[in-house]
């Protein structure tokens, strides 16, 4: 998740236009999320990643990145986490609207890779109330934004987090990835 540097997602009102992305992290994110075989979303995120990567790779003069995510995204199981999107039948996607510990739960027993959590503040709040994320992998972005939308918000209790890597890119973007201490 891209995050600014004093903690947010997104501007005031959603806006993203502040995240450096280039080919270099285009291509880490890349190798890494290759080896994921499941997506999980909020709606709104799910709707905007649902009307642009199925077809993003075969549009003409589609970047190596959009050819390869777009493979990614359509062989990838996605989880969707709404209240709006009850019985819904799409490809490759469980829609959860309630009992999202238990549902959740109940897919990490199943086989297959790791789950990554892509955007969606809303689902990342809730995940976080519910202690269900094991990890955290942030793209700290160099700007501060004043105020928007939190990362960490309605946090009760203290979370120790262990250290797994870092790295920087010469965009000035800075990957810290961290699992769960929960010892």
């Known amino acids: 998740m891209h995050i600014s540097l004093d903690g947010f997602v997104a501007g005031p009102n959603g806006e993203m236009n502040w995240i450096k992305v280039d080919e270099e992290l285009f291509d880490h994110v890349g190798k890494r999320i290759s080896e994921t075989d499941t997506a999980l979303y909020g709606r709104v995120t799910y709707d905007m990643m649902q009307s642009y990567w199925p077809e993003a790779g075969n549009k003409p003069g589609a970047s190596k990145h959009d050819i390869e995510h777009s493979q990614w995204y359509n062989q ?30 109940e897919i990490k027993q199943q086989p297959g890779s790791e789950i990554a959590l892509f955007g969606s503040p809303t689902a990342t ?32 209790d203290k979370t120790k987090l262990k250290l797994l890597a870092t790295r920087q890119f010469t965009n000035g973007v800075t990957e810290l990835s961290y699992i769960i201490d929960r010892q």
């Open 76 to 105: 990838a199981n996605k989880i969707v986490l709404s209240k709006t999107m009850k019985g819904e039948e799409l490809p490759n996607t469980t829609i959860i609207s309630d009992n999202l510990s238990d549902r959740l739960n």
């Open 125 to 156: 709040h809730a995940l976080m109330q519910q202690n269900l994320i094991d990890g955290y992998w942030l793209f700290v972005n160099p700007v501060i934004l004043g105020e928007g939308i939190p990362l960490f918000a309605n946090i009760k």
